[in-house]
């Protein structure tokens, strides 16, 4: 687990060291090791972080035997012994990890190396006879690879603010970018915050040189799933090979680890599965609060009792929070509404002496775990709202938002007035942060907003058929939840939190041959009549009845509370900062800031966190 860069100029060299500043601020990605190779108009630059095959001899960037090809590589590919067996005689190996099992494959497969690996990565190959550059990035899109692109070069990193740092980019806002975030608190792949900086979208890999750049797909999660015929019991069997299976791929680990253990039953089973599976007593980690009404750690001790773990529960104050605040902003590639918890727990985990952890992380999004699960397929369900023409709806809409004032109405409101109510134009609206005419208000302008990305992507996964099958209705919604709050919210804050404190985080929900085959259950057998149905009856023996029966809470520090007290200097700030954008109301932000602090319903908290962490990312990263 690690940290990448690289410059590849097409038509001329490279005057100075411009990698050398680009690994400086993915310093915290690997603090174990650095290294660059530079050669006329290509640099590569490498942090590491020593998970597998500790030794110097995996140090970056890795060289193939006769020199002619050079990797960086950031990740962990967990089959990699069985790829080295049949690697062998082919390839003289000098090292015991994964790394040197990466660049061998693309030497003998080319491409298709990807389609033998199970893992996360994100990696770039040099080809010095050629002079072609590979760069790939994993299926799910676990590691993160932002990328810019130009007529005379492409620049490539873990960190977009890295490529910033190289010099060679604008600091410019890009309009879609703003706009996609406000609307969903992130900023949907490709596109990023910035004009020119592009992320390279799960699945896909870059093949460039002099003459051309080319982009293409190794993988989908709709083309790839697989349809399942068996019945429940069937079901459950196959839920818990493939999720044993996934959890002890994810056990190979040449240091110290352990497992985020909230209380939920994601990271319960993880645990539970991690102890079965491993012959020492795992590690484990859970934040509690003082205020009992966010906390979780009775259900977290429970676990840890029952399985009799080593775990360490983390009493967070609102005053020690506060002192983790400006390193963790500080820490953002990217704004987010979210992700300083993963900070906090990140941050105590690797001061206990911990490398890698394990999280409960995707469990949600494949056994529908969301209300989203139940609400869109509800809301479809009700034939009688299609037989009132939209022109209908809208008073009754207005009026019950009036009547109600709170933000939940205003989402009923807005879903009434929709054309239609089918997956791809329902589900849009259920991860909304602020609604189109919000965003107007703060942009201070009528113009037509850019599309909606969400739509854009969920409307791929609904029309998929193949051999006269179709991907269940829930899967969709799974794919959905998958391409857009996991994969640019939960992934890439994961990443970047637990990175920023040299932790790698490994998340056996996400195992790409586990997702292929769940997707492709039927709804039936999946239903969510109670949490995570199929995913609770297939471990039925190993959770107590309360972890699963009980209301879900989710990992959520009490903002509310503290926004209004002792953070409020942080949002102020952040506020202020974002004000000043020219493209910004700021009368608008402060009026919403204003609301908030007299407990206006329609004004949340996490509307208002979302915009102080924007300003305050722009602030710091001089973008504007």
Known sequence: MCGINGIYSFSKTLSSNLVSSMNQEIARRGPDAEGEYIEENIQLGHRRLSIIDTSKNSDQPFYSEDKRYVLVFNGEIYNYKEIRNDLEGSYNFKTNGDTEVVLA?????????????????????????????????????????????????????????????????????????????????????????????????????????????????????????????????????????????????????????????????????????????????????????????????EYARMIAKKYSTNHTEIKLSVDEFKTMIPNALNSMDHPSGDGLNTFVVAKKTKEAGIKMALSGLGGDELFCGYSVFQQVPELRRKKWLHSFPVFARKPLANVYRASKGTVQAAKIAELLKLERFDTEHVYSFYRTLLFDSQIRKILNTSEQLPINRVYEITHHTVGYETEGWRLPDLSKISVAEMQTYMSNVLLRDTDIMTMANGLEVRVPFLDHELIGKVLGISDNLKNPTTPKRLLVEAFEDKLPKEIYDRKKMGFVLPYNLWMKDDLKDVCTEGLDALGKIEIVNEKEIQSLWGKFLKDDKSVTWSRIWALVTLGYWLKRNNVN
């Open 105 to 297: 494959s693309f030497i003998k497969y080319g491409p298709n190396c990807l389609r033998a690996f199970n893992g996360m990565f994100a990696f770039a190959i040099w080809d010095k006879v050629e002079k072609s550059i590979f760069i790939a990035r994993d299926r799910i899109g676990i590691k993160p690879l932002y990328y810019s692109l130009s007529n005379d070069h492409i620049i490539f990193s873990s960190s977009q603010i890295a490529i910033l740092n190289s010099g060679l980019v604008s600091r410019k806002i890009s309009n879609e970018g703003f706009v996609d975030y406000l609307r969903y608190q992130t900023v949907h792949a490709p596109r990023t915050i910035l004009k020119d900086v592009k992320m390279l979208m799960p699945g896909y890999y870059i093949y460039s040189n002099e003459e051309k750049t080319e982009f293409k797909k190794y993988y989908d999660l709709v083309t790839d799933s697989q349809r399942f015929k068996g019945d429940l019991e069937e079901a459950k069997d196959l839920v818990k090979d493939e999720f044993t299976k996934s959890i002890k791929r994810r056990l190979v680990s040449d240091v110290p680890f352990g497992a985020f253990l909230s209380g939920g039953i994601d990271s319960s089973l993880v645990v539970a599965c991690m102890s079965e599976n491993h012959t020492q007593p795992v590690n484990t980690f859970s934040v509690s609060f003082n205020e009992d009404e966010y906390s979780e750690a």
